[in-house]
């Protein structure tokens, strides 16, 4: 489903060139799970975001379900990021005029979704059940828990059923139970609906639950676990 080749990401600063990926190869199939790990700045996010449309590799190709996606128009890209891809982030990025049940709705509207809205609504609050949170349907981001506004991020990840969901250090802001909550949820998720999954972490303890761990260092993979669970 997902295979990067030769992935270099190249920054200029001044006179002084810093290389962030130097030569990846990343491999995920339909319905797999991943676990990237490392330590700051080894490459991990930006190695997420040229996987997920985000960020231009300054060498190498990105194949997403075939595609070659830096062969595409931007627009083209950008649907694609809408439609078959969901995004978690560190921050959660819940607009904040926006109930929990809204901002889950949000990007089937803007993917222009050909369902109707009662039924993107149903769909949402069907999310926000299995998320757990489907009391909180009405409540704005700032009467969430930093735990809760993350699982209706988790949910607005799921909106326009994508094949994979990317997980940038979901839980760098959550304590360690909360996280562990997340984990779980996004772990179901995948095993559940056979939705592929990437998640980039610090977190070296839970590997034996992907199908993949891949081990990160000074913008290259030093180790690649597998494991079929």
Same mark, same amino acid.
């Given at each position: 489903?997902?295979?990067?080749?030769?992935?270099?990401?190249?920054?200029?600063?001044?006179?002084?060139?810093?290389?962030?990926?130097?030569?990846?190869?990343?491999?995920?199939?339909?319905? *797999?799970?991943?676990?990237? %790990?490392?330590?700051?700045?080894?490459?991990?996010?930006?190695?997420?975001?040229?996987?997920?449309?985000?960020?231009?590799?300054?060498?190498? *190709?990105?194949?997403?379900?075939?595609?070659?996606?830096?062969?595409?128009?931007?627009?083209?890209?950008?649907?694609?990021?809408?439609?078959?891809?969901?995004?978690?982030?560190?921050?959660?990025?819940?607009?904040?005029?926006?109930?929990?049940? *809204?901002?889950?709705?949000?990007?089937?509207?803007?993917?222009?979704? !050909?369902?109707?809205?009662?039924?993107?609504?149903?769909?949402?609050?069907?999310?926000?059940?299995?998320?757990?949170?489907?009391?909180?349907?009405?409540?704005?981001?700032?009467?969430?828990?930093?735990?809760?506004?993350?699982?209706?991020?988790?949910?607005?990840?799921?909106?326009?059923?994508?094949? %994979?969901?990317? !997980?940038?250090?979901?839980?760098?802001?959550?304590?360690?139970?909360?996280?562990?909550?997340?984990?779980?949820?996004?772990?179901?998720?995948?095993?559940?609906?056979?939705?592929?999954?990437?998640?980039?972490?610090?977190?070296?303890?839970?590997? *034996?639950?992907?199908?993949?761990?891949?081990?990160?260092?000074?913008?290259?993979?030093?180790?690649?676990?597998?494991?079929?669970?």
């Amino acid at each position: 489903m997902i295979l990067a080749k030769n992935i270099h990401k190249i920054y200029t600063q001044g006179n002084c060139k810093i290389e962030a990926l130097n030569g990846v190869d990343l491999e995920l199939k339909k319905g *797999e799970s991943l676990l990237i %790990v490392g330590p700051s700045g080894a490459g991990k996010s930006t190695l997420l975001h040229i996987v997920g449309g985000l960020d231009t590799p300054t060498i190498g *190709e990105v194949f997403f379900n075939g595609m070659n996606l830096y062969s595409l128009k931007d627009e083209e890209r950008a649907k694609i990021r809408n439609k078959k891809m969901g995004f978690v982030f560190q921050f959660y990025h819940l607009l904040p005029e926006f109930s929990a049940l *809204e901002n889950i709705m949000l990007p089937a509207f803007i993917s222009k979704d !050909a369902r109707p809205t009662r039924v993107i609504k149903e769909s949402a609050m069907n999310l926000l059940e299995t998320v757990g949170l489907a009391d909180r349907r009405s409540h704005k981001p700032r009467e969430l828990s930093g735990g809760e506004a993350q699982r209706v991020a988790i949910a607005r990840a799921l909106i326009n059923e994508p094949d %994979v969901i990317l !997980a940038d250090e979901p839980t760098g802001n959550l304590d360690s139970e909360m996280g562990s909550q997340i984990y779980d949820i996004l772990w179901k998720i995948n095993k559940e609906s056979g939705t592929a999954l990437i998640i980039v972490s610090h977190n070296e303890m839970m590997r *034996e639950d992907f199908n993949k761990t891949y081990y990160m260092e000074d913008g290259n993979i030093k180790n690649k676990e597998a494991l079929w669970v």
